[in-house]
Each structure stands twice: as C-alpha cells, then as structure tokens.
C-alpha cells in the first residue's frame, strides 16, 4: 500500500527532468533516488517511469500515480493548512505576484522580512508585467496597481497612488507651452505598453470635474516602464506614470508635471486575493506587514 510520504516522492520525480534533478530536489544521492524508485515499483507491481531516454518519461501507470499524488498532496496540504489557521499558526508556503517595478522596488523588501520573521514559512514572488492576467486561486496575493480585476476576486487597498504627467525641463523648455490637455496633440508623447489597455487615449479630470479626453499619436513606446521613464529624463517627450514611480524624480526636479490642474484617474496599489487563500494565516499576517511597510507611502514621505 502506498503512503503519502510514497506519493510525495513520486511528485517530485514527476515534476523533474532527470533522476539527477530529483536528487538535487530531495538533497540525497543519484543512487538512493534510484534505489527507492525501485523499491516503489516493486511495491506497486508496474514500472512508472521510463527510463530509456536521457529524460524522465512517466509510463502510464507512472502517469496515474503522478495524477493521485498531486490530489493527496494538495488536500495534505490544506489540511495542515487549516490545522495551523485554527491555532493561529503561520506556517506553509506563501505565493505572491506583483509588477516588475514596484514588486522590486516595494514588495521583495517585504517578502525578504516575511521570510525571516516566519520560519516556518517558504516563500514565492513572481514579477509578472501583467500580475492581473495570472490565475488568482494560483496565488495567495497578487498585487496589482490600477483597477480591480474579477468581481469574484476579494480585493484590498493597500496604498493610495496618483497618474502624473510629466516631462523633463529640457524638453519642456524647447517645446511650445502646454496650458489644456488638447495641446498635448502637438507634442512628443511616450507610451508604456504593458497591457491590454488602449494607452494612446489619455483621459483627464479639471479642477471643476469638467472631462477631457486626448487620443495621442505616441513617438516612441515600450513595454517596460522604466526604459519610458528613462526616455522622459533624456527629454524625449511627455509621459503618463505612477506617483510611486517618478516622485523622487519631481521632488529632484529631474521631472516637472505638466498640467497639474488636470488630475488623470488614479492607480490605487490593491492586493488581490483568492477565495480560499484570502482566509490563511500566512496571507493575513504578510497583508499585515505589507500595509505597514507601505503607510505612510514611501513615495509620499
């Protein structure tokens, strides 16, 4: 009869390319991997993996076991899971998504300090250019800058973020003057293209909610908002980004806003949460210290 450490196991050599891998994964020898395959085989009475090859090919019956050890495993795990909730334990593995920008910047910090303070814990982060496009019940948080995604999806603010627009003084000083958001038409724009969004229609607020709305011809674009921001320092043209983003920059003067009468719509720092992780101590208490590493907004200090 199989045992769940059996299964364990069998879903690391699944998930590995060779028996060399499973053996770095499990941090024992080549051989004491080979012997114990063996030693399951015989248990089991079929061959699991196909071994002919220089990869790891499951056999069908290898196959299966691989498919029922996934679906122990999990329930293993969520029933620690929920032991643990219920004494109020952190304890498991805490998977987090955020942007490449501020997930470097603002959120690796606090994975970092989350790790050493939690022990029991293990620790995740994937940088994503688009961290609302993945698989929320994949995630224990995802964090996102903008609006909310799904309205199943349990969502959370986690800071307050202004859209600035800006420019260099350089550039600003050899370009005709810009006094209502229709100028901008006439101007050298640039525009970061890191999602769906139709990103050449700028759309503005004035001081007496009156709307604007401005469909730019963008000179220059990318995917990546730091090479945009980049661009904008060299006086290459005017940009749209996060408060988080270029504060330092206007502070410094490095960067001026333009139109500062006219508010685009903000891009709130949210944490997007599955429905089952949204209730598990380790994502309660990282939400916990993520809010205070970032209250007051470091942007804003």
């Not at 994503?128 to 800058?145: G, N, R, T």
Request: with cysteine; proline share 5%.
């Amino acid at each position: 009869m199989l045992t769940s450490d059996d299964l364990a196991f069998f879903a690391v050599l699944a998930d590995s390319k060779s028996l060399a891998e499973s053996a770095r994964t499990l941090n024992v020898t080549p051989p004491a991997v080979t012997q114990r395959l063996r030693a399951l085989e015989e248990k089991v009475g079929v061959r699991l993996i196909d071994r002919s090859g220089r990869r790891l090919r499951l056999t069908e019956e290898g196959s299966l076991v691989a498919s029922h050890s996934t679906v122990v495993n999990d329930a293993l795990d969520s029933l620690a899971e929920a032991l643990a909730d219920r004494r109020g334990m952190v304890r498991g593995h805490l998977r987090v998504a955020a942007p490449h920008g501020f997930g470097r910047a603002h959120i690796a910090p606090v994975v970092e300090a989350f790790a050493c303070e939690h022990a029991g814990v293990t620790v995740t982060l994937q940088l994503s250019d688009h961290p609302a496009a993945l698989l929320i019940e994949s995630y224990d948080v995802v964090v996102h800058i903008g609006g909310a995604g799904h309205l199943d999806q349990v969502v959370t603010t986690l800071a307050p973020n202004q859209r600035i627009l800006c420019a260099s003084q350089t550039y600003l000083d050899t370009a005709s003057p810009i006094s209502a958001p229709g100028d901008l038409v006439q101007h050298r724009c640039l525009a970061v293209r890191e999602n769906d969004e139709d990103v050449t229609l700028w759309r503005f607020k004035g001081l007496r909610q009156e709307a604007a709305t401005v469909r730019v011809n963008p000179v220059m674009s990318s995917n990546d908002g730091a090479v945009i921001r980049e661009w904008a320092l060299a006086g290459q043209g005017i940009i749209i980004r996060s408060e988080w983003d270029v504060a330092e920059d206007l502070a410094r003067g490095r960067l001026r806003q333009v139109l500062p009468n006219w508010a685009l719509p903000t891009a709130d720092i949210v944490a997007m949460l599955g429905s089952r992780h949204g209730r598990s101590a380790r994502t309660a208490a990282f939400l916990t210290m993520l809010r205070q590493s970032l209250k007051p907004p470091p942007w804003q200090a």
